[in-house]
Nanobody, 122 residues
Framework: QVRLVESGGGSVQAGGSLTLSCKAS?????MGWFRQAPGKQREGVAA????????YYSDSVKGRFSISQDNAKYMVYLQMNSLKPEDTAMYYC??????????????????WGQGTQVTVSS
């Protein structure tokens, strides 16, 4: 069982930055950030392989968001720059301990946090 707690959400103007943090209670092979806006499907935005540090990004955030982790502290971060109104969503941290060829797909992630809201105004 891995418990996840997100923090760092808030309101920001377009073009601004936010950093989300996720505290895990233990190790997981993959850590991901997902988001869901009202009326829209959940979207995987970034994922990281805990062992090797390889990262994955959705096209919608590539070049603007950066995922990183501190394995010693079981922390995962999502640095979000150049935020746009369309980035507004509830952001969730997720963890899985099985290998996957599709780390930005939510199915297969076993553990999920409660989410943190990000609101970007124009």
């Amino acid at each position: 069982q891995v418990r996840l707690v997100e923090s760092g959400g808030g309101s920001v103007q377009a073009g601004g930055s936010l950093t989300l943090s996720c505290k895990a209670s233990g190790y997981a092979d993959f850590m991901g950030w997902f988001r869901q806006a009202p009326g829209k499907q959940r979207e995987g935005v970034a994922a990281i392989v805990s062992g090797g540090g390889h990262t994955y990004y959705s096209d919608s955030v590539k070049g603007r968001f950066s995922i990183s982790q501190d394995n010693a502290k079981y922390m995962v971060y999502l640095q979000m720059n150049s935020l746009k109104p369309e980035d507004t969503a509830m952001y969730y941290c997720a963890a899985r301990s099985t290998d996957t060829a599709y780390p930005l797909r939510g199915d297969g992630y076993t553990y999920w946090g409660q989410g943190t809201q990000v609101t970007v105004s124009s």
